[in-house]
């Protein structure tokens, strides 16, 4: 049997090599159909799916009219799909109307359209604030509303996730949909953060 040079591992991950071994070894996991999920989330599910929702919604009237009255088939048209099958539901910011997103009992996340979730959206002082006081977690992340925006926070769960759709930046007219894609953050897509502002060429 061929030996394998681990010594590049962090602590974590040998243990979770090890865990795994042991477990497939017991026949309780497929080594090859765990591989497979890991490879899944990190080269075909991620933020970027969801900057390609957010994009077609700043560029197509029919389909931001779709995401509006039904999301998750919106979002599922576009092989957006979850192995939870729970139902996304699009919120759109607007001058009158900032979005947040949180999950207070968990981490309950849009793994389909954003990937993994990041781990202050795990930690217990981000859940509990963003409700208490959302401004304030807003200015954490270097946001400061007016005070005639309405901040509207929107808490997940098993049955129901959320994605933010940011407004479309200025100076962005005639932009291609890919291009667009680009100025959108995972951050603005929870709404603690706002798609990105076009470089202007000196």
Known sequence: MTSHDHSHLTETE?????????????????????????????TKIGPQN???????SWTDPAFREWLETDSTAAIHSLGYTSRQGEHIEAVFNSDATHHLVVCTLCSCYPWSVLGLPPSWYKSPPFRSKAVI??????????????????????????????????????????????????????????????????????
């Open 14 to 42: 040998a243990r979770v090599r090890a865990l795994e071994s042991l477990l497939s070894e017991k026949g309780y996991i497929d080594s090859a159909a765990v591989d497979e999920i890991v490879q899944t989330y990190e």
């Open 50 to 56: 969801g900057a390609h929702v957010v994009a077609k």
């Open 133 to 202: 006081d959302p401004r304030g977690v807003l200015e954490d992340f270097g946001i400061s509303m007016p005070a005639t925006t309405k901040i509207e926070v929107h808490d997940s769960t098993s049955e129901m996730r959320y994605l933010v759709i940011p407004q479309r930046p200025a100076g962005t007219q005639g932009w291609s949909s890919e291009d667009l894609a680009q100025l959108v953050t995972r951050n603005s897509m929870i709404g603690t953060g706002f798609a990105r502002t076009p470089k202007v060429s000196s």
